[in-house]
């Protein structure tokens, strides 16, 4: 049989002949088995080699994070300090104010994340589940935000906020409300598109029911519907947070300084300052020490939550 | 009653309506309205030019760079990350121990998953700046530094990373080195994604094959793959889509935002460029808006061609 073909290397010679079949007595063929344990060996190489090469990086970074500068640009590599430098934080945390990105990253996403999720599935619930003229109109208005290039409204959309602030400060650049708003509306396609096809499939037989017992629309939908949506809220939540976290041009477009006010950073604009300004002080460590903080809380949150972000992501892209 | 739906509608639809509305959709129109216009971004002068600056891209010499760039990364970023997740995928769920029960995954499958998907949540920005640190082109750099220790590397002549125009295979350099990264932060997402729907494939139809006499190979090239079409189909258009949209690493990661020497220009760094360094901004959402009839043209595309009956099971 032509086992061959795959993988490199792999098993030419003897372990090749006869395919591992399910013999009865369990006499799997010698050579098969030796095969298989080839096959095994190699696929633990190769997975081991991909391991290191996902995980080297993130751990070179944060022991970079804990050399003196000296240490960083004499030993590069090794990935043990001589001795712990924990004030290369402090000074991300102060000087290179990650602190304050932070902050301003947190309040942002709390609030963002909330309504985003509130108003999206609310869209998305009315669009699904009511017929009213104008309703493929709005769904597909949505759905066309999904495929344009955000390049595209840069200009018109900082100008846009650039004169709401004239008339109300609040909603104007470097304002953590405006950014909220904007992530909002940034995120509703996605949010909505993915909720719409969510609430289709809940049973209508529940909803008719509590109509009958008298409850009111929106009684209905906070307290049959959202409960019921609950998977789809926890897939399409791990998606926002993760994606507005992310979020770096956005920010570097809108929260530009105004009559020279702090900019309100958020940690990836943030980031990308840092790097072109540790660049100039080389004050690498210290970089690494802000890449690290803005890398470990992530990955601790997605560690302990891995089985729901794996879940909660793939089944954004399934639909 | 009738009146009652009307009200919980409007009420439910208004606010997130509006919003859209204002901050996504009106943006877009006015790009549009100004991709008409000789407009610079900063001064109130604008002149209508009508289809002018559309003529203007098809002579323009960043512009037909800045297509190919796209093109190298529409097919490889899909193509590379997708064969890399699908052998991942292979070698995790078929790599292990045969026994009665079957072809196994290899042993700690759960624990490699944990790690590959680890690119996946740090954000772009952060994959950015730390590959500039791995990139250095100096032996203070990770790549550069390891190869020097072991001697492929002189010390002298550092590989430049993104400092390096030189065409490799008829591409600039420094674009294959950032579809490195691409490959390297998308595969582990991928992996997981096909690893579920491999999993998902029920085990009669592998018990079947096994008695047929199939063996490991086989049953993954002829059983497993054919079954995968869907999500691969899926996972190829998501992939367009981040390939059409590299301009966080180009941003950040090479010097003056496309360089060196325009070797890594791609749509979105030229709109930026002709936007806020040059002041054209009528041109630039004249080029946003044929990238933008280009995207939507190419998800059609794909949807068209990777649509197939589907196998249900």
Sequence with gaps: ?319 | MRHGVARFVTGFLALPVGLYLFYVVWPFLQAAGYSLTDWGGYSDRQQFVGLENYLRLFTDELIRKAFWHNVFFLVTVPLCTIALALFLAFLLNVGGREDKAGIRGVFGSGLYKVIFFFPQVLSLVVIAVMWQQIYRADGQGLVNGVLMKIGLVAEDDPITFMYDPEPFLGVPAVLWWLLLIAVWSGAGFYMVLFSAAMQSIPKDIYEAAILDGAGRFHTFFRITLPLLRDTVSVAWVYLGFIALDMFALVYIMTPSQGGPNHASEIFASVIHFNAFQKGQFGYACAIAVALAIFTILLAAFQLKITRRERIEY
């Excluded at chain 1, 009865?24 to 298989?36: D, I, K, S, T, Y």
């Excluded at chain 1, 190699?42 to 050399?67: E, G, R």
């Excluded at chain 1, 929106?218 to 809220?233: D, E, I, N, Q, T």
């Design chain 1, 1 to 319: 049989m032509s086992t061959v073909t795959h993988t490199p290397g792999g098993q030419a010679g003897p372990g090749q002949a006869p395919p591992p079949g399910r013999t009865p007595g369990r006499r799997a063929a010698v050579g098969g088995r030796a095969g298989a344990k080839f096959f095994n060996g190699f696929s633990h190489l190769f997975l081991a080699v991909w391991a290191i090469m996902v995980v080297y990086p993130l751990l070179w970074v944060v022991m970079s994070a804990l050399k003196t500068d000296a240490e960083v640009i004499r030993k590069p590599l090794s990935l043990f300090p001589e001795r712990l430098q924990w004030d290369n934080f402090v000074r991300a945390w102060t000087e290179g104010h990650i602190g304050s990105f932070f902050l301003n990253t947190v309040l942002v996403l709390t609030g963002s994340v909330f309504l985003t999720m509130l108003l999206g599935s609310m869209a998305a619930y009315v669009l699904a589940r009511y017929d009213f003229p104008g309703n493929r109109l709005i769904y597909y208005m949505f759905l066309s935000g999904l495929t344009l290039p955000i390049y595209l409204a840069a200009v018109p959309l900082f100008k846009g906020v650039y004169n709401m602030g004239v008339t109300l400060p609040f909603l104007g650049p470097n304002k953590h409300l405006m950014l909220i708003l904007v992530y909002v509306a940034w995120s509703l396609a996605f949010t909505v598109f993915f909720m719409h096809s969510f609430f289709r499939t809940l049973p209508t037989a529940i909803a008719e029911a509590g109509m009958v017992d008298g409850a009111s629309h929106s009684r209905l939908f906070f307290s049959v519907m959202l409960p019921m949506a609950k998977p789809g809220l926890i897939s399409i939540g791990i998606f926002n947070v993760l994606g507005q976290w992310n979020q770096w041009y956005l920010p570097t477009l809108l929260m530009q300084s105004v009559a020279g006010e702090p900019k309100n950073q958020v940690i990836s604009q943030g980031l990308i300052e840092l790097s072109v300004n540790q660049g100039y002080q080389s004050d690498w460590s210290g970089l690494f020490a802000g890449v690290t903080m803005a890398m470990l809380p992530v990955l601790i949150v997605y560690i302990v939550f891995q089985r729901q972000v794996q879940s909660g992501l793939t089944a954004g892209v399934g639909k």
